[in-house]
Nanobody, 119 residues
């Protein structure tokens, strides 16, 4: 069984910063791609950023230059540093990980953490 536990969400003023963390635990053989999606009010879930096991990254155009994704492979943790936050960044942020276990390779999701950008 694999679990993803997120932390770091909250309320921040426009222009502020937050750092999200997501720790993966359980019967893990390897973790491949990790990343973050978000779902704003009345919107579809969208990719925010992804990172491979080798450290290659990709970002949504809307967050390029403001958000940075990173991972600590030793701790099975992925981070999302969010700077210059805007009200339109308000959403529930979900982490995901592509994980190999003895039962196979699957995508797993966190429970979501709320990020609210408001004055």
């Amino acid at each position: 069984q694999v679990q993803l536990v997120e932390s770091g969400g909250g309320l921040v003023q426009p222009g502020g910063s937050l750092r999200l963390s997501c720790a993966v635990s359980g019967s893990i053989l390897s973790i491949y791609r990790m990343g973050w999606y978000r779902q704003g009010p009345g919107k579809q879930r969208e990719l925010v950023a992804g990172i491979t096991s080798g450290g290659s990254t990709n970002y949504a155009d809307s967050v390029k230059g403001r958000f940075t994704i990173s991972r600590d492979n030793a701790k099975n943790t992925v981070f999302l540093q969010m700077n210059s936050l805007k009200p339109e960044d308000t959403a529930v942020y979900y982490c995901y990980a592509n994980v190999a276990t003895v039962k196979g390779k699957y995508d797993y999701w966190g429970q979501g953490t709320q990020v609210t950008v408001s004055s």
